[in-house]
């Protein structure tokens, strides 16, 4: 759970700084600081719920790995 905690706090840093700098290269709404700041928090969202997931599908497979199990 830590792990997937920190790679989802990494994935989410990444996703914020990429999608404010790609908002500031091409603003739609008026003020391209606040397309930057938008898109942003919202790629700190997706990164982090992106990563986090990454991890815990990861996690069961490894579970169901070690204990003999198939995954799908």
Same mark, same amino acid.
């Given at each position: ?9 990494? *994935? #989410?840093?990444? /996703? ?6 790609? #908002?500031?290269?091409v %603003?739609? %709404? ?12 919202? #790629? ?5 719920? /992106? ?7 990861? *996690?069961?497979?490894? &579970? &169901?790995?070690?204990? #003999?199990?198939?995954?799908?």
């Open positions: 759970m830590k792990n997937a905690i920190i790679a989802g706090l990494i *994935g #989410g840093l990444i /996703g914020a700084v990429i999608s404010a700098a790609v #908002g500031y290269v %603003p739609l %709404p008026p003020h391209a600081a606040a397309n930057a700041l938008g898109n942003g928090i919202s #790629g700190l969202f997706s990164g982090f719920f /992106g990563g986090f997931m990454a991890l815990l599908v990861e *996690g069961l497979k490894a &579970r &169901r790995a070690a204990s #003999g199990l198939k995954s799908a």
